[in-house]
């Protein structure tokens, strides 16, 4: 017990002797300043810096630590000029500066001019010339399913007695197809060409159902002609600016006929005229992939050239890449795809024609495509008998058969033949120009003699609008020398 109480006794009096300490070190405690080397040693007032030139926004003071008691005391003093020893520092403007724009340069950079897009059309119009044929009707069954084209007109090029249309069973018949495509028919025997031409964009002149395989070459121009002729000056007053696609054989003379008839009125222009060599492209093209065991759609045989008979030159070197067929091989397709609307059509009697049904789908792929071409969806690239640019093709002829490319305004660009051809299609495109010289020199004859056997006054047009015909040659020498 003792001991307890001399344990306690001994700890109270050691806690009063610290708490004597503390008050003691309490009282006697210095207040002492840090020794500072920025050069103040006296209190100033808070000057702020001179107005920045490229900052005159009023300056702000630094906030370090958050809004207190000691923080407002602080202000105060500052307030009154003394901080009690405490220097103040300079205080700088606290917003940031936005840096200026460079100065503009003397010329602005170029910008590239985009050409501007023509609107998209909701379709196009079809006339088809000479749809009263067997060609017709399948071509306008295949046409009417197409939905780039929003109305299709035939008409009737066969003279009938009276308004008595064989051909407005056969629309009433398509109108019943579930598609946009407005089907009209219109007849020779109530004058209706000019009405089935007006606002037309694509325009495909059909030959006529009266002829035959059998008949010859002249035969088959001096009746196929006037009815052309015929054609070509609606077109002129009509729809002047339609794409021509021109099926009525021989096409060899027909698009020489037609482009100086649109010459005449001045509306012609080469990028809107085209002779089609679809037919015998696409027998060309399966004949070579029946060859060679492959796809037909995929394979194609370019024609260069003519469009029939000795003309014609398909390039059966050029179907299959690094591939050619041996020459007794290739002259025999040669002379079966020329020989072909006879094959065809062989039989007892007269020769009539009987590939319909391949001349239509052929036609119709055809138009389908300047069709997507014209309402800028898509390039195509198709073959057509068109007139050559003078620099191109050094050649007596002035019009051949090449690939094209086509957009909204037309043909875009001729391409070149194929390189390296064999020694049988050079020797076999040597003959064709020659040929081809025949056959324009017979439509160039026959279109003077019909222009001189008019009035005065056509006559009088003729000397004003047909320019002066250069030969073939000098022509390209002078574009090369341009």
């Known amino acids: 017990m003792s001991r307890t109480l001399e344990f306690w006794s001994h700890v109270v009096s050691s806690s009063r002797i610290l708490n004597c300490q503390a008050v003691e070190s309490i009282l006697s405690r210095c207040y002492t300043k840090k020794a500072r080397n920025d050069g103040c040693s006296r209190a100033h007032v808070d000057i702020p810096p001179p107005v920045d030139p490229n900052c005159p926004q009023p300056c702000e003071r630094r906030k370090k630590k958050k809004e207190g008691i000691l ?39 170029p910008k590239k001019k985009h050409p501007p897009m023509p609107e998209p059309r909701p379709g196009v119009q079809v006339s088809v010339l000479g749809a009263d044929t067997a060609i017709g009707q399948y071509l306008a069954l295949l046409l009417k399913q197409c939905s780039c084209i929003k109305k299709l007109r035939l008409y009737e090029a066969k003279d009938s007695q009276g308004c008595t249309r064989d051909l407005c069973s056969v629309v009433q018949d398509l109108q019943h197809i579930n598609t946009n495509c407005l089907v009209q028919a219109f007849s020779c025997a109530c004058y209706e060409l000019e009405r089935c031409l007006q606002n037309s964009d694509i325009v495909l002149i059909l030959e006529s159902g009266y002829l035959n395989v059998d008949m010859p ?42 482009a100086e008839t649109l010459k005449e009125t001045g509306w012609y222009d080469p990028n809107k005229l085209l002779g089609s060599l679809a037919v015998p492209e696409m027998r060309a093209s399966t004949l070579a992939a029946r060859a060679l065991c492959l796809e037909p759609r995929y394979t194609r045989v370019p024609c260069v050239g003519g469009t029939e008979g000795d003309t014609l030159v398909p390039l059966f070197s050029k179907a299959v890449e690094y591939f050619d067929f041996a020459q007794h091989n ?11 609307p006879v094959g065809v059509s062989r039989c007892d009697g007269p020769c009539q024609r009987a590939g319909d049904l391949s001349e239509a789908h052929a036609l119709a792929g055809l138009v389908t495509s300047v069709a997507h071409a014209l309402l800028c969806h898509d390039i195509p690239r198709v073959t057509g008998f068109v007139e050559t640019d ?15 490319l086509l957009n909204h305004k037309g043909i875009c660009k001729r391409l070149n033949f194929p390189p390296r051809l064999n020694r049988y299609e050079m020797s076999l495109l040597d003959a064709s120009m020659f040929n081809m010289m025949t056959r324009y020199d017979m439509a160039m004859n026959w279109y003077d003699s019909n222009i001189e056997s008019m009035n005065s006054h056509m006559t009088k047009q003729k000397n004003f609008y047909i320019p002066r015909r250069y030969k073939r040659l000098e022509d390209c020498i002078k574009a090369l020398v341009q």
């Open 71 to 109: 923080h407002k005391i602080k202000l105060k003093v500052i307030e009154g000029g003394t901080n009690f020893g405490t220097p103040f520092r300079r205080l700088e403007c606290k917003a940031v500066c936005t840096e200026k724009e460079p100065p503009p340069k003397a010329l602005p950079e």
């Open 217 to 258: 070459f002249e035969k088959r121009f001096l009746y196929q002609a006037p009815i052309v002729k015929c054609y070509a000056d609606a077109i002129a007053n009509e729809c002047p600016k339609a794409f021509i696609i021109v099926g009525a054989t021989p096409i060899d003379c027909m698009v020489p006929l037609i």
């Open 330 to 340: 290739a002259e025999m397709m040669t002379e079966a795809v020329r020989n072909a």
């Open 390 to 404: 003078l620099g191109q093709v050094i050649s007596p002829a002035r019009y051949l058969a090449t690939d094209l």
